[in-house]
Nanobody, 122 residues
């Protein structure tokens, strides 16, 4: 069992930045990929990338490539999603997710956080 707690969402103007944090807890955390998925009202869930215990974030979709960056602090077990050059279309609820295999859909991620709202104003 893995628990995930997100923080860092909020309201930001277009062009601004936010950093989301995800603190996982549980056993064998080093074996899990930690990723982010977002969902905007009326839209499908969108996978944003994932990161293993070591190595860079992977799997960024074109919509966020070059603007969003995943990182992982092994000392605190915290996973960060740095979001730069934010756009109004980035407005969504952002979920931290954990799974044992790499995947680009929500089906691969067994554990989900409660979500944090990100709102980007134009």
């Amino acid at each position: 069992q893995v628990q995930l707690v997100e923080s860092g969402g909020g309201l930001v103007q277009a062009g601004g930045s936010l950093r989301l944090s995800c603190v996982p807890s549980g056993r064998a955390l080093s074996t899990y990929f930690i990723g982010w998925i977002r969902q905007a009202p009326g839209k499908e869930r969108e996978f944003l990338g994932t990161i293993g215990w070591s190595g860079p974030g992977i799997g960024y979709p074109d919509s966020v490539l070059g603007r969003f960056t995943l990182s992982r602090d092994k000392g605190t077990n915290t996973v960060y999603l740095q979001m730069n050059s934010l756009k109004p279309e980035d407005t969504a609820v952002y979920y931290c997710v954990a799974g044992l295999i790499f995947g680009k859909t929500s089906d691969e991620y067994e554990f989900w956080g409660q979500g944090t709202q990100v709102t980007v104003s134009s």
